[in-house]
């Protein structure tokens, strides 16, 4: 199995709702990513955990709250968001090793902020 | 910090005809990856090239890495409409864990 899941693929929310983003692999990869895309750009990281501990935060705002539960589960807890937000938001993982670092993405959240 | 640049950003073909992208890092790089995206999709994993002048192919696909391993380039010969999509570089710089630079992209679109 090298799938990735996300849910859920569509997202509306309100500017001082919650929610949270999901994702989940069975691959036994024990690094996690989340990036966020913008239209017709790269995507961008945001965390990266490894071995379910937060190894990389670029410095992303405090309304964007990364959980690693597992080893197999990755979530995005949102809060208060800003328009600006509005993006395919994509869960990536791979192994952890030297030069190993084939990342296998998940089909994303579509998210719109309103 | 670390940049990867890409060219061209778009790549209008005929079909049947070649293309060919481009990267190049600020940096020397341990390793690059190569990533395509259908419109709608999500990156795909393509190749990892990792040795100085490597060379891989994939079918209609030849990969390179430079001899300095700061650039590389994707070669498609004789695109047909399923290569149609985004297609990005993306480094790994040495001591950056497995943090990834993606390039800009090359989106590639071809006329049948």
């Known amino acids: 199995d090298t799938e990735v899941t996300q849910t859920p693929k569509h997202l509306v929310m309100g500017m001082t709702n919650k929610k949270s983003l999901k994702c989940e692999q069975h691959?036994?990869?024990?690094?996690m990513y989340w990036y966020k895309q913008k239209a017709k750009k790269p995507p961008e990281l945001m965390f990266v955990?490894?071995?379910?501990?937060?190894?990389i935060n670029e410095s992303v705002p405090s309304r964007f709250s990364p959980e690693c539960p597992n080893s197999s589960l990755l979530n995005l807890h949102l809060h208060a968001l800003q328009p600006e937000d509005s993006a395919l938001y994509l869960c990536?993982?791979?192994?952890?090793?030297?030069?190993?670092?084939?990342?296998?993405f998940g089909p994303g959240t579509r998210l719109t902020v309103t | 910090g670390q940049q990867v640049m890409q060219i061209p950003q778009y790549q209008h073909v005929q079909e049947g005809e070649d293309f060919t992208t481009y990267c190049n890092s600020s940096t020397t790089l341990s390793n690059i990856q190569w990533y395509k995206q259908r419109p709608g999709g999500h990156p795909v994993f393509l190749i990892q090239?990792?040795?100085?002048?490597e060379v891989k192919k994939q079918k209609r696909l030849t990969f390179q890495f430079g001899e300095a391993k700061k650039n590389s380039s994707l070669h498609i010969t004789a695109t047909q409409t399923t290569d149609v999509g985004t297609y990005f570089c993306?480094?790994?710089?040495?001591?950056?864990?497995?943090?990834?630079?993606f390039g800009g992209g090359t989106r590639l679109m071809v006329k049948p």
């Open positions: 993306a480094g790994l710089a040495p001591g950056a864990g497995n943090m990834l630079t």
């Open positions: 990536a993982s791979s192994r952890m090793g030297r030069g190993d670092y084939e990342q296998y």
């Open positions: 691959m036994g990869h024990r690094a």
């Open positions: 090239l990792v040795k100085s002048g």
């Open positions: 955990y490894s071995y379910e501990k937060l190894s």
